[in-house]
């Protein structure tokens, strides 16, 4: 078997590629649950436009056996799920991608999994899909499933929906059965959206009415599940609105062409045409459309290509090139729709990324206000929103960007969210308005906690207190850890003898009583830091346990971490940087930790550090590797 | 104004996923195997950087087991596209000399290639791989992403996928990751093809039919390229009439036979074949699921 021959294959393959060189593309999404007979269906659609080889199908055959639900008969399911780990479970996981055509058509379809965990795979799939394919079992009907994957698919901006009402030979192929399900359907997806919506009776096992219309469905008149595929139009919209073409690179091969290469969202251009770069603002006039092919006296919605304009503005990657009468808004507030994706739960404040177009700015997200049930469209009151949640927030970016509406253009509206850490896409969003300066977001975080600043820092605030004899080798490995955080982004401060004694603690002197004291004020300072989300490093002899003590009570439980540089006296005494054991040997200096002025060890420093055997680098990897693990720093 | 056809839409989309790798990467490169697909991905980067030159260069891991007629064709279209070519054979194999016939398919493969990838790309450090696989190759394929990032040791993880939404790719990944791009993950045999009439794009004569030394062994057609090959006693290379659907190493590819000498003869034959263009690629053949497991361990 294979391909079903079309004649003009035999007879004559150029008029045969011609004719498929002019075909257009359709993708669209499929959903239903595990037993609605999404997989068999996408199969049998496979099988039937004859783009299942021999060697799968003896494949088939043999895992029919093995692994089939079906008996004897073929399972086509099995032709499209891939993942060995899903085989063995029968689900299907993930999102996969099918390829076939038909004399009129190609398609693209995004098969997705109905399983209520796996919001996430829908909204993918459905991102880049057109019309959606909607399973329902006829023996079930409208489920609440059903209506998730209606919410969903008009959420991602889907306009055309086939609802396939499958394995009508399970119910005597009962045309009342049909009636009820497209009435049921028809009232509830007019709560949700505006899609244009057709209903279809058929049997995927069986093969009814998928590409020829089945004897047994003799009441239903419309076109099959196929033929409704070939002929539907899709939304032309994209090529008659106004211009947007995001910015992708600026190609400068050399001095004389300097071209801004992007592909057309929506709309179209031609030489002469007056554009408008956002976010600056500024107008030029498009010079010319380039290809490698030659120049285009027009390019539209979904070609790829390279403006070149009249004047040297200022364009760069990230912009957005937009028709000059009707140029996309320019904001830094937003609401929007966001569908969570991560484990990891959405925390409103915390500072993510947001890539939309070709643009990557700073995200904040505010807290949600309210998440939507999907399976009964209610809305909720909800703090964060968690892995497949739904819900509505007020957004902000770090710089101004260009949008549309998401229902205006996908392509300016939609935007990924990146955790800024592990680089995951953990969210994404759908921007529905800018929200006016004058009605500004009210923070419901508006109280500036210490939480708030440092998730904005991307760290957990705390004190990194090192102690050890004078000349142990505190300053140097303190000033390397700073380094080490600072290179990884942790906002940090060095507090030390000679940035604190030179000015606060200027009039303190080194009897018992100032050096107490001394700490005391070192140990508030530190706590003011540690509120405003620092990583503060302390580096001072702090020759007493309990202003150690002292200063881990300013802080909260984990945020105090001691380091004892232990280098003994002899050791210390025999480096003596500064000359200062000598002077103290001498008499010239009094009370010196060691000489004649009492040194109290920790007894069980958070990290300790051999400071004769360990050199200061080692040291500094030593530490920051613990405050990595004690999950202080990233 | 008509709709696009489905092959502007490829290329321009290959065109614009090239476009968002290359601005939003450190070190890109494209692997070029010099298939067809490898011809195609080459013609698409052309193009996406017109006027100038594609700004990454080209890296063939070699096994040094393909075919005569490979090798030619690589070094032309390096010099025709004045793009830095880099090859890269794990040494490790040439000093214990890995070769299809002592040391079986599997491991002079997952040596050669899969373990020979993972040498280069820590060589030069490239963080993005252009790569020529389609999503309607094999059932793995199809759930791949475009953007696929691997781990330090580029395995593949299917859960930590990133979701890919519109054509918004994130190219962010930490100093350990790198990312595998995959620009014609939309495309199929046929397209791919169309393409190569449409655009008249060169590829390796191998292709075409024609007279060709070969032996047939376990029912499959293996050339005899050179003098490396281990002819079993009595066997006799005899002249056929035929070509290849994809091209590997030699001893490893089976030939079809074929009158096919001209493109569309190509795509005539392969409308009306009945066997999926992997079949050709003995790998395959090891385990139902094996094409998912060289993926997890970084071959493509």
């Avoid at chain 1, 037993?35 to 199969?43: C, F, V």
């Avoid at chain 1, 796996?118 to 329902?136: D, E, F, H, K, P």
């Avoid at chain 1, 604190?500 to 303190?508: A, I, P, Y």
């Avoid at chain 2, 190569?196 to 060709?212: G, S, T």
């Amino acid at each position: 078997m294979a391909h079903a021959i079309e004649p003009l294959v035999l007879d004559d393959i150029e008029a045969y590629l011609d004719a498929h060189q002019h075909k257009d593309l359709l993708s669209f999404l499929t959903c239903g649950s595990v037993d609605d007979g999404k997989s068999t269906l996408i199969g049998r659609l496979l099988y039937e436009s004859h783009l299942v080889f021999d060697d799968h199908l003896a494949a088939l055959e043999a895992d029919s056996k093995r692994l089939g639900t079906q008996g004897d008969n073929l399972d086509f399911a099995l032709l499209v799920d891939g993942l060995a780990a899903e085989r063995e479970q029968g689900i299907t996981i993930d999102v996969a991608y099918r390829f076939f055509s038909t004399k009129r058509r190609k398609f693209v379809v995004a098969d997705t999994p109905g399983h209520e965990q796996y919001t996430r795979n829908m909204v993918t799939g459905a991102s880049n899909a057109s019309l959606a394919v909607i399973l329902v079992d006829a023996r079930k009907g409208v489920l609440t499933q059903t209506r998730r994957h209606t919410y969903l698919v008009s959420l991602l901006g889907i306009k055309q929906i086939v609802l396939a009402i499958n394995k009508m030979d399970l119910v005597d192929y009962s045309q009342d059965v049909f009636k009820r399900i497209e009435r049921d359907y028809r009232a509830f997806a007019e709560e949700v959206g505006e899609a244009e919506i057709a209903c279809i009776p058929l049997s995927a096992l069986v093969g009814d009415n998928i590409v020829h219309p089945s004897p047994n469905l003799s009441w239903y008149a419309g076109p099959t599940l196929l033929s409704y595929l070939e002929t539907v139009q899709v939304e032309s919209a994209a090529a008659t609105k106004s211009l947007r073409m995001p910015v992708q690179w600026v190609n400068r091969p050399h001095l004389d062409f300097r071209g801004i290469a992007g592909t057309i969202s929506r709309g179209s251009v031609a030489p002469g045409d007056v554009v408008r770069v956002l976010p600056s603002g500024r107008t030029t006039t498009v010079s010319r459309v380039y290809t490698h092919d030659g120049d285009l006296a027009r390019a539209v919605a979904g070609q790829a290509v390279t403006l070149v304009l009249a004047d040297d503005v200022d364009v760069s990657r990230g912009d957005l090139v937009c028709a000059n009468d009707e140029p996309a808004e320019v904001a830094d507030q937003f609401e929007a729709h966001i569908v969570w994706m991560h484990e990891q739960e959405m925390l409103p404040g915390r500072p993510y990324l947001m890539k939309i177009g070709t643009s990557t700015v700073g995200l904040t997200i505010d807290h949600p206000k309210y998440k939507v049930n999907v399976n009964t469209l209610e809305t909720l009151a909800a703090p964060i929103l968690a892995l497949n949640e739904i819900g509505v927030c007020t957004v902000a970016t770090s710089r101004p960007i260009p949008f549309d509406p998401y229902v205006d253009n996908r392509d300016t509206g939609g935007f990924l969210i990146i955790d800024r850490l592990t680089n995951n896409t953990v969210g994404i969003g759908l921007l529905h308005f800018a929200l006016r300066r004058s009605h500004n977001i009210h923070w419901q975080a508006v109280d500036v906690t210490a939480k708030a600043r440092s998730l904005l820092n991307g760290h957990e605030p705390a004190v990194v207190w090192f102690t050890g004899l004078s000349g142990a080798g505190k300053s140097t490995v303190a000033s390397r850890v700073e380094q080490r955080l600072h290179s990884r982004g942790v906002r940090t401060y060095l507090l030390d003898g000679d940035n604190v004694r030179h000015g606060l603690n200027r009039d303190l002197g080194f009897s018992a009583a100032d050096r107490v004291e001394n700490i005391r004020r070192v140990a508030e300072v530190a706590r003011l830091m540690v509120d405003a989300g620092l990583v503060v490093i302390v580096a001072f002899i702090s020759p007493f346990a309990a202003e150690r003590q002292f200063a881990r009570e300013r802080v909260e439980d984990g945020q105090f971490v001691e380091v004892f540089i232990d280098t003994p006296l002899n050791v210390a005494e025999a480096r003596d940087s500064k000359g200062l054991y000598a002077k103290a040997r001498r008499g010239e200096l009094t009370n010196f930790t060691g000489i004649d002025s009492p040194y109290e060890p920790p007894e069980n420093p958070d990290i300790r550090i051999d400071g004769v055997n360990i050199g200061p680098d080692e040291a500094a990897d030593m530490i920051v590797h613990q405050l990595r693990a004690k999950g202080i720093v990233p | 104004m008509r709709p696009l056809t489905h092959l502007e839409v490829l290329e321009a989309e290959a065109i614009h996923i090239m476009r968002e790798a290359v601005a939003e990467s450190e070190r890109p490169v494209m692997l070029y195997s010099v298939g067809k697909d490898s011809a195609v991905m080459l013609h698409v980067a052309r193009k996406a950087f017109s006027p100038g030159r594609p700004p990454f260069p080209l890296l063939h891991v070699d096994t040094t087991w393909k075919f005569k007629a490979m090798y030619e064709f690589r070094d032309r279209a390096s010099t025709e596209t004045g793009m830095e070519l880099l090859i890269h054979q794990n040494p490790e194999c040439i000093e214990r000399g890995i070769n299809p016939f002592d040391h079986g398919s599997s491991l002079h493969t997952d040596m050669w290639k899969t373990e020979g990838l993972r040498q280069a790309l820590d060589k030069w450090k490239f963080d993005v791989a252009f790569g020529g696989a389609r999503r309607d190759e094999e059932k793995s394929r199809a759930k791949e992403r475009i953007f696929s990032v691997r781990s330090a040791n580029h395995r593949w993880d299917p859960k930590q996928q990133r979701p890919e939404l519109w054509h918004t790719y994130n190219v962010r990944h930490t100093p350990d990751q790198s990312i595998r791009v995959f620009p014609l993950s939309n495309w199929t045999e046929l397209d791919v093809w169309q393409y190569i009439y449409l655009e008249n794009i060169p590829i390796v004569p191998l292709y075409f039919a024609e007279e060709r030394p070969v032996v047939e062994r376990n029912g499959t057609l293996i050339m005899v390229d050179d003098d490396r090959m281990r002819l079993e006693p009595g066997e006799v290379p005899m002249m056929r009439k035929v070509r290849f659907r994809t091209l590997g190493c030699y001893p490893l590819t089976g030939a079809i036979e074929s009158e096919a000498d001209t493109l569309t003869g190509i795509i005539q034959e392969m409308l009306l074949t009945t066997t999926s263009e992997r079949q050709g690629r003995v790998i395959d053949f090891d385990s139902s699921a094996s094409m998912e497991k060289k993926k997890q361990e970084g071959y493509f």
